[in-house]
């Protein structure tokens, strides 16, 4: 613990140091734990406030905290935001020149370091475990720790190597931290890293103020656009696409369309990857365009928006993606868009991939899940939530809750195209992709002598009651359902395993009617300003004339994190500055009442933050 500081219990020492007034969920419990010793597993969903988890006892033990984190372009900031609240920090990565490496070795040796970074292949080293046994060790965290599952999605085999603590430094307590919840993984996770004896806190993996809505692809970029415009204006958020070439080129027509977008993806430069994150960290308002190659360990707690322009290749992925919005409890919102091609193309990536037939089972088990999620009616949050094995209520703050999808009797319809199908392949021992499926069934007339030959077919324009989109729904929703399936290099349709009881008029098909434009949230309704212009999605919470102050207070918070070079959220969150409004202190006093006000930020910025409060 700091030389200067008198805070001495994990209460002392959140409220003191951090600012918070209290705990939440399991914090405590695992905070105890490993003050007292104990080795502990952490499952806690992103934004549920795992660092504090390793960085409190840290503080409290005697000796240096390691923190081993894949991130090595990350650690500067998280060292900053640890700085800024007064406690000493430090990383050691291949960024730090050979006399700074040294200089923060003095330090660790010294017993000068409350927490030291750095990345699993650094640890390993013969070099680096000698230098750890000279120092004094108050714990070993290991961030995105399911990073060492290897059927993960973050699999990183530098984390097998860490198995090595448990031997090493076998009286130092080790907790392992991680938002990835499947049983799979946290069974992984135990036995790879040696945590046999470790104590297990599972965390509520609900994010409420995430809003979660999943619409169906009709002009994806309109309506990416239409959400920034009327929800998110000026806000940050990352939008996530599958390949290189569309991340450039969705990047490109935001900017056309006045939205500061910078794409990301691993074909860059390192340089501007470097570049791009410490922007979207340091600036208000950008939006990143990436692979999933971004995001994992950025800490900014104000990301207002994630979007997906692809489908998902797994729940777990979608739930972490999504997860880095809101990370401060304000609304953020969750938004995806897939279509019918997104579950042809997977499928078929899948089908002609390189892995093991396991492997693509796998593969396909987690698509299945994820579409499965997609074309749901009921509540988005119970079946996520049930997918990492916690059972809840319907939750009134994603798409179907707020606006249940209507839905329809698609059994005939279903039945006409599964006879299309069937008589193409009986008859004319011919498969269709899905393209001229919908010609078939609509009579559509676009090359005479397919025309001529079809017309011949007693399936021949029989699905003129729909129109060619309203197939699109219907097929798509089918292919979610396993009752058709898109087959070989061209995905052609055939009959899936599901296909039979419909045909035989044993299952009603029961299909929701596709819509595209969603409801806005809860909260929004409550500030009754109808029609204002929608605003920082932050504020929601806050009626017209405090959101005024709340952004005064966002001005002055910019400047200040321009001059001293670091990120507006360092200064203060926006969760912290809602509060300060809510609370309107007119002392210092009142002000370090506020959660997120500790003692060093009251003593640098109290004074000015009051200043703008009666200016406001
Ligand atoms: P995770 O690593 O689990 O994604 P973080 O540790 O980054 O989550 O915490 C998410 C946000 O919540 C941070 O802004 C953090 O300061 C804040 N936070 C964590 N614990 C508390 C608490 N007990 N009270 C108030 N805010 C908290
Ligand atoms: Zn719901």
Redesign the pocket.
């Known amino acids: 613990m700091h030389p200067t500081s008198t805070a001495t219990t994990p209460l002392d020492v ?1 409220r003191e140091v ?1 600012g ?5 969920g399991e ?1 405590a419990a695992i905070i105890d734990h490993v003050v007292a010793g104990g080795d502990a597993v952490v499952l ?9 988890c390793y960085q409190i006892p840290s503080l409290i033990r005697e000796g240096t905290g390691i923190v081993v984190s894949p991130l090595v372009a990350l650690m500067a900031d998280q060292v900053a935001a640890l700085e800024a609240v007064g406690i000493r920090a430090a990383y050691l990565n291949s960024t730090l020149e050979p006399y700074e490496a040294q200089a923060v070795e003095q330090r660790l040796l010294a017993g000068e370091l409350d927490l030291l970074y750095m990345a699993p292949e650094r640890l390993v080293l013969p070099r680096t475990l000698d230098l750890l046994r000279r120092a004094r060790i108050a714990l070993f965290a290991i961030d995105e720790a399911h990073c060492v599952a290897q059927w993960g999605h973050d699999f990183r085999p530098d984390y097998l190597g860490l198995s090595v603590l448990a031997h090493a430094f076998p009286n130092v307590p080790r907790i392992a ?1 991680t ?1 990835t919840a499947t049983r799979a993984t946290h069974r992984e996770i135990t036995e790879r890293l040696e945590l046999g004896e470790a104590e297990h806190f599972v965390a509520d993996f609900d994010r409420p103020n995430i809003q979660y809505r999943i619409e169906p692809k009709d002009r994806a970029r309109d309506q990416l656009l239409h959400l920034i415009r009327s929800e998110h204006e000026g806000e940050a958020g990352i939008v996530y696409c599958l390949s290189r070439k569309s991340v450039e080129t969705t990047a490109a027509w935001l900017n056309d369309h006045g939205v500061a977008a910078l794409p990301y993806h691993a074909g860059l430069d390192a340089a501007v990857r470097h570049d791009t994150q410490v922007r979207f960290v340091r600036e208000e308002g950008i939006v990143v365009v990436a692979t999933i190659a971004f995001g994992m360990g950025i ?1 900014k ?1 104000d990301v207002r928006f994630v979007a997906h322009l692809d489908l998902p290749k797994s729940i777990e992925g979608y739930y972490q993606e999504t ?1 880095r919005a809101g ?3 304000l609304p953020a919102t969750a938004w995806l868009a897939y279509g019918l091609g997104d579950v042809v193309n997977q499928r078929r990536l899948i089908d002609q991939g390189e892995g093991s037939d396991p492997h693509k089972r796998n593969a396909r088990a987690h698509l299945d899940a994820m579409l499965a999620l997609c074309e749901t009616t009921a509540c988005r949050r119970v079946q996520l939530l049930r997918y990492f094995g916690q059972e809840s209520q319907p939750c009134g703050n994603c798409d179907t809750c707020l606006a249940p999808p209507k839905v329809w009797d698609a059994t005939v319809p279903a039945q006409k195209l599964l006879s299309a199908l069937i008589r193409l392949e009986r008859e004319r021992g011919e498969r269709f992709d899905s393209g001229k499926v919908f010609d078939l069934l609509l009579g559509k007339v676009n090359d005479r002598t397919e025309a001529s030959r079809h017309r011949e077919l007693s399936v021949w324009g029989i699905g003129q009651e729909l129109s060619e989109r309203e197939w699109r729904s219907v097929l798509r929703q089918l292919l979610a359902r396993r009752i058709v399936e898109a087959v070989g290099d061209f995905g052609v349709l055939v009959p899936g395993p599901e296909a039979g009881p419909v045909l035989r008029g044993e299952a009603a098909v029961e299909l929701a009617v596709d819509r595209t434009t969603t409801p806005r949230s809860r909260g929004r309704a409550r500030s009754g300003a109808d029609g204002a212009r929608a605003g920082s999605r932050a504020a929601d919470g806050l009626e017209t004339a405090e959101r005024q102050v709340f952004e005064a207070l966002r001005t002055w918070r910019s400047s200040v994190a321009k001059e001293k070079k670091i990120p507006p ?1 360092m200064v203060f ?1 926006d ?1 912290t500055l809602v509060a300060i409004v809510q609370a309107r202190p007119s002392s210092t006093a009142q002000l370090s009442a506020v ?2 006000v500790g003692a060093k930020k009251l003593e640098e910025y109290g004074d000015a933050v009051l200043e703008v409060l009666v200016e406001a």
């Not at 918070?20 to 939440?24: A, D, N």
């Open positions: 959140l951090f918070y007034p209290g705990f939440r914090q806690m969903p992103t934004g549920g406030g795992k660092s504090l931290l938002a800490d707690p997860g990370r401060d409890g959220y969150s969760a959660s997120g």
